[in-house]
């Protein structure tokens, strides 16, 4: 069972914000307000202590992507919009989980995570922490063969996402550039 | 020049060249309540706070200056959200200070605390709480910046009390010290898209330009004016746009839209392309999304890209602000060849065959086939129409039951035709739309989008005071009348001669049309009664002059003499027929194609 899946619904959008109280809040309101689906979120400065940058996921079902961008882009704290297309992005998450590990599975789990190349972040009695970094893909099967057991509490941190650089030699980054009707979101100046 | 924070926040008001004020002082405001006595901006005490929002509207919409509001934390803050709201969905530029509860109390639950840059969230074009009072004058020129700009909308500052006491050192910011990085509003239209456009409106056969109140914000009526009578395309115009085309000139279809009348809707409905000006496709104006127009191309223009593509898609989808893009729009059908025509000028004209003349000078051009000899079977079509679906109603003399129209026709030939005209909301705001005669911009002034009861009284103080020199005239209804008439008291005190004109049909008519029509003839809690309050005596109370009138002939004379008072506002009470309904009518979800005419027209011809 796949929760993010490789299918169109969800897109990433990575905006740049003000460094300002509130501005989550904004963001998180217009989602709610307006009726679209966030399907994940993470938050962290940027290397500007100005700005921020929100990674969300967004559930192209709920609304069309171009009238998201276009609402998001109104908000005034809001001084970028990126939409970054799987293909041509990196997208890396984190998950942690703890597990039963009883004295029959304990070997099972530090071997297949050291197959999906994780780290067991904690040991307890008879339970084990693991941690796993990688692309959202990679941790939805991570987390389906742990399944089995027993996932005592889980966390992902949902996507962060940057564009692939370019091979072709010369040096800028791959953007993957808006349409005509919403490029204007590109207004960092 | 160190002031204190209240000191710069007024002063930083004065910078922004604000005249007036509305407002009402509480706890948390106290410092800001201060330095008003020394300063040059007059402030007006109000009644209730959402008085003073809907006054900063009406003084907005008539003026295009930003309406201004200053009220205290808490119940203060929150009696004013319903205005802040009011003017979000109609696109007016407010700024609202709202005092706070101190800093060191903020999310204590404080006495008199509310978050309201929280509330107004979603509501406001933006929110500031200011924490250092180095910022004040910093964010009071954002402030005005972002309400005035782009598409217009309210602001709200918040200001906490310890921050409005501390001292700071003064200084006005310079353009560039504005700190909105991620603010940078469209204004001209993309040229390859405004030439697509161009395209567009020489091959239409069934044109419409559907306007509406971006024109007004864009003061754009003189460039839309030109582009109508140079196309000879004819002009509907939305509740919101009353006014920016004028209603006596030939190519006026009037408003669309839910009580629209017939020929609007319907130009709509079998257009094959609306360029739509400053129109947001409301549902009001649609009707059933899916059946809206169907056989239309459409050419999008609004100042918000965000309009463009959310509720109908447009071919041409133009990000602009209105005037500006109209302009360039008429510089492009230049270059295609559309004749200047001195024939096609002037209200008077545009009689289709005026133009065929003109188009004949530039033969061979793609202009030459264009555009009134082609329009010449869909301007006929629209006067057939005009002809057999007119607005009607039944006055009969001395029936002794007062047709709300006939109260408002009287006002409108009694009255200046630049008179500004104030309305609440439910049928008498869709009969005043319908039987005035808008002939000059910013003389209507509605709660169009949020559609909040009570608008009337208070948005006519504010236009009034932004408009000293013009006669201000409410149409009001009984129920909205009950939920702001204590501004009145405020009129009175500030010797603000506002007439207010109450269609009185003791009902929350509009309520009761739908339970009339959809419910089966059931009434619920929908009556009012005509004599509670009394409604003369509660007037004249305020310090009003308070007048009745029940039969059609007392109509004239009271009105006359209403505008004969120059010193206080005048109330008049209209006891109308509470049976009138408003029509045409397109039900809630309906098709705009299942238009509900008077019944009085379909009588005998089997529609």
Not at chain 1, 131 to 152: H, N, S, T
Not at chain 2, 195 to 201: G, S
Not at chain 2, 426 to 450: E, R
Request: proline letters at 6%; hydrophobic letters at 40%.
């Amino acid at each position: 069972m796949s929760v993010y899946g490789a299918d169109k619904r969800h897109h990433t959008l990575t905006v740049l914000v003000e460094n300002k109280s509130g501005v989550l809040a904004r963001v998180a309101g217009l989602f709610s307000r307006r009726g679209y689906n966030i399907f994940s979120l993470a938050v962290a400065p940027s290397d500007d202590v100005r700005f921020s940058r929100i990674t969300i996921v967004v559930d192209v079902e709920s609304a069309p992507l171009e009238q998201i961008i276009k609402q998001l882009d109104k908000l005034i704290p809001v001084v970028s919009i990126t939409e970054l297309d799987p293909a041509v992005s990196r997208e890396r998450e984190l998950l942690m989980a703890t597990l039963e590990a009883g004295p029959d599975t304990r070997g099972q789990i530090i071997q297949l995570v050291g197959v999906f190349e994780g780290k067991i972040v904690d040991v307890g009695h008879d339970r084990l922490t693991v941690a796993l970094e990688g692309a959202p893909i990679k941790l939805d099967d991570f987390e389906d063969l742990i399944r089995r057991y027993g996932i005592v509490e889980m966390q992902r941190t949902g996507r962060v996402a940057l564009p692939k650089l370019d091979r072709s030699g010369d040096g800028g980054p791959h953007l993957l550039t808006h349409t005509a009707p919403v490029h204007h979101t590109e207004k960092a100046g | 020049m160190e002031l204190t924070g209240a000191q710069a926040l007024i002063k930083s008001l004065e910078m922004q060249k604000v005249e007036v004020m509305f407002g009402l002082p509480g706890g948390a405001i106290l410092p800001v309540y201060d330095p008003i006595i020394d300063s040059s901006i007059r402030h007006i005490l109000v009644r209730h706070e959402q008085g003073a929002g809907h006054m900063a509207e009406g003084y907005a919409q008539v003026t295009g200056r930003p309406g201004v509001a200053m009220v205290t934390s808490g119940p203060g803050a929150t009696n004013i959200v319903t205005p802040l709201a009011d003017a979000y969905m109609d696109s007016i530029p407010l700024v609202v200070v709202t005092g706070q509860v101190a800093t060191t109390a903020i999310g204590t639950d404080a006495f008199q605390e509310s978050d309201i840059t929280g509330i107004t969230m979603g509501i406001t074009k933006h929110n500031w709480l200011i924490t250092d009072g180095a910022d004040i004058p910093r964010v009071v020129a954002e402030a005005f910046h972002v309400a005035t700009t782009g598409r217009p909308g309210p602001v709200l500052i918040d200001i906490p009390k310890d921050v409005a006491v501390r001292p700071m050192e003064w200084y006005w910011p310079e353009e560039g010290d504005l700190d909105l990085p991620g603010y940078h509003p469209v204004t001209e239209g993309d040229p390859a898209l405004v030439a697509d456009a161009a395209d567009l409106i020489l091959a239409a056969e069934r044109p419409v330009l559907y306007a509406g109140g971006g024109i007004l914000k864009a003061r754009a009526a003189d460039s839309l004016r030109e582009l109508a009578e140079r196309t000879g395309i004819p002009v509907v115009t939305t509740l919101m746009a009353r006014g920016c085309f004028p209603d006596s000139h030939p190519l006026c279809l009037g408003m669309p839209g839910m009580h629209g009348n017939y020929t609007a809707v319907t130009a709509m409905q079998r257009s094959d392309l609306l360029i739509a000006l400053g129109s947001r496709f409301d549902d009001r104006v649609t009707g059933k999304i899916d059946a809206f127009a169907p056989g239309a191309k459409v050419v999008h223009v609004d100042i918000d890209p965000a309009e463009l593509d959310k509720v109908r898609h447009a071919e041409v989808g133009i990000a602009g602000d209105c005037g500006m893009v109209i302009d360039e729009l008429l510089v492009a059908l230049d270059a295609l060849g559309l004749p200047h025509s001195e024939a096609t000028r002037g209200g008077s004209g545009g009689a289709p065959s005026d133009a065929v003349a003109g188009a004949r000078e530039v033969d061979g051009s793609p202009a030459a086939r264009f555009p009134r000899e082609r329009l010449i079977p869909w301007r006929a079509q629209l006067s057939e129409w005009q002809h057999r679906f007119p607005l009607v109603y039944d006055q009969q003399p001395g029936s002794g039951s007062l047709k709300p129209q006939f109260v408002l026709e009287t006002l409108r030939d009694a009255t200046p035709s630049d008179t500004i005209v104030a309305s609440g909301v439910g049928q008498h705001q869709m009969f005043a739309s319908q039987w005035w005669q808008f002939d000059h911009p910013y003389t209507w002034v509605n709660s169009g989008g949020l559609g909040t009861m009570g608008f009337a009284v208070p948005a006519a103080i504010g236009a009034k005071v932004g408009r000293p020199d013009r006669m201000v005239w409410a149409v009001d209804g009984d129920g909205c009348f009950q939920m702001t008439a204590q501004e009145l008291v405020t009129a009175s005190s500030e010797r603000i001669p506002v007439k207010i004109a109450i269609l009185n049909n003791a009902y929350l008519g509009m309520v009761r049309q739908w339970q009339e029509m959809f419910y089966g003839e059931r009434y619920s809690e929908v009556y009012l009664s005509p004599d509670l309050p009394d409604y003369v005596g509660w007037a004249e109370s305020m310090g009003c002059v308070g007048l009745r009138v029940e039969s059609m002939e007392e109509v004239a004379p009271a009105i006359d003499k209403a505008n004969d008072v120059d010193d206080r506002p005048v109330v008049i009470d209209f006891r109308t027929d509470a049976f009138e309904k408003v029509f045409p009518m397109v039900a809630a979800g309906a098709s705009n194609d299942d238009i509900i005419v008077d019944p009085s027209l379909t009588r005998g011809d089997g529609q």
